[in-house]
């Protein structure tokens, strides 16, 4: 049973554009939201994150949306350069209780940054 | 260490065989994880480390696998008898607290053949 979904395996996107990736998750449990980068041959890198006390955090180019009635985030990035082709992973925590070092992912959405 | 470190980055191993995967975390990061990644699939939790003991183990997905950590630093990863759906990339990560801001080495890809 998946707790958090990426239901869009790639993405392509034009450079200069926005890009959209979006995650679904099911355990109202969750409270502490991730986003991951992942390049080839390397591992994950954090990219920016957002608690459920809020429904927006922004950080230069990559801002995320939280929606917590429809379990929905998004991640929105502005613009889009060649440099973000990568795969994108979303990840969400319980922040209390026995799982709480726990990071629980998606399955990742493959953006590609047309030049 | 700057980084979290791997080794090996890639390993080609004969069913049957046993393999040990390594984990350098960051210095000082007193939480350490394992996570695997099969093809087409997310990140999946194996094991957590707080120091050296592991409170959780409940993701190691049988008992040829396990894990230990030394000295609140290295952890090996050990699997046993390697069956074909070993086969994926083995991640380790560290953090200082808990749950926040994992940083991942780059990963042992394990292949079994």
């Known amino acids: 049973d998946q707790q958090v979904k990426q239901n869009s395996p790639s993405l392509s996107v034009q450079e200069g554009r926005i890009s959209i990736l979006n995650c679904d998750y099911t355990n109202s449990m969750f409270d502490y939201f991730l986003w991951y980068k992942k390049y080839p041959a390397e591992g994950p890198t954090f990219l920016i994150s957002?608690?459920?006390?809020?429904d927006k955090n922004e950080d230069g180019r990559f801002t995320v949306f939280l929606n917590k009635s429809a379990k929905h985030l998004s991640l929105h990035i502005v613009p889009s350069q060649p440099g973000d082709s990568a795969v994108y992973f979303c990840?969400?925590?319980?922040?209390?209780?026995?799982?709480?070092?726990?990071?629980?992912f998606g399955k990742g959405t493959k953006l590609s940054v047309i030049p | 260490g700057a980084g979290v470190s791997q080794s090996p980055s890639n390993k080609v191993t004969e069913k049957g065989k046993d393999v040990e995967l390594r984990c350098d975390p960051i210095s000082g990061h007193t939480a350490l994880y394992w996570y695997r990644q099969s093809l087409g699939q997310g990140l999946e939790f194996l094991i957590y480390?707080?120091?050296?003991?592991?409170?959780?183990k409940s993701g190691l997905p049988s008992d040829r696998f396990s894990a230990e950590r030394t000295g609140g630093s290295v952890s090996t990863l050990t699997i046993q008898r390697t069956q074909q759906e070993d086969s994926a990339v083995y991640l380790c990560?560290?953090?200082?607290?808990?749950?926040?801001?994992?940083?991942f080495g780059s990963g042992t890809r394990l292949t079994v053949v």
């Open positions: 990840a969400a925590s319980a922040s209390s209780g026995a799982g709480s070092y726990q990071l629980t």
């Open positions: 957002i608690s459920s006390i809020k």
């Open positions: 990560a560290s953090s200082s607290q808990t749950g926040y801001g994992y940083t």
């Open positions: 480390f707080q120091g050296n003991s592991a409170p959780d």
